[in-house]
């Protein structure tokens, strides 16, 4: 779409705004990608984070393992070890945890990537990290069963199983037995 914005208004009569804007737009102006140093960061970017262009792509200046080509990459904040505040780097984030350090929860389930990594040892990369099809976040938030664990309690059923039948899944049962069945 090429917009030619000089001033002039609408004379179309089947316009019913005849004021020389488009509605429903926004414009940008968005220039080129300019390295004028030569160090792989825009220009731009290097502006907006530190004022200068002082710095270059293998630098890290808030120490948290993310050169800032990879924060650049990455659309992470160069000055913040842990740009989403979720309790992890964003080094840890993108080279040992493999999350998204601009979400503080990865996987969608209601728990932080970092308390999962350092509190509930879950997967913060999976919604279910055990299989037993409920969630890491319902299993911590809800059930107060171990998202590590199918059978929190080792009764031999499934938290899932015994939450959605009435049971308790932290608490083991004996199993129900039946005697003297009579079929009619």
């Known amino acids: 779409v090429v917009a030619v914005m000089d001033g ?98 990865t996987d969608g389930d209601r728990l932080s990537d970092g308390d999962e990594i350092n509190i509930y040892k879950s997967d913060p990369t999976k919604t279910d990290t055990d299989g037993d099809t409920l969630s890491d976040g319902n299993e911590v938030l809800t059930h107060k069963t171990d998202p590590f664990k199918a059978d929190t309690d080792g009764d031999g059923v499934d938290d899932s199983k015994e939450a959605n039948f009435g049971g308790d899944p932290i608490k083991a049962e004996a199993a129900t037995k039946f005697s003297n069945i009579v079929i009619q």
Do not use: K
């Open 8 to 105: 002039r208004p609408v004379r179309d009569p089947a316009m019913g705004d005849h004021n020389a804007i488009i509605n429903g737009a926004t414009l940008e102006l968005v220039s080129p990608a300019v390295d004028s140093d030569g160090d792989t960061l825009w220009d731009a970017w290097e502006m907006e984070n530190f004022g200068n262009l002082g710095r270059n792509a293998t630098g890290d200046p808030d120490g948290d393992g993310l050169r800032n080509s990879l924060e650049f990459t990455s659309g992470t904040d160069p000055s913040i070890s842990d740009s989403d505040g979720d309790g992890l780097s964003d080094g840890e984030e993108v080279n040992t945890t493999r999350t998204n350090p601009g979400n503080t929860d």
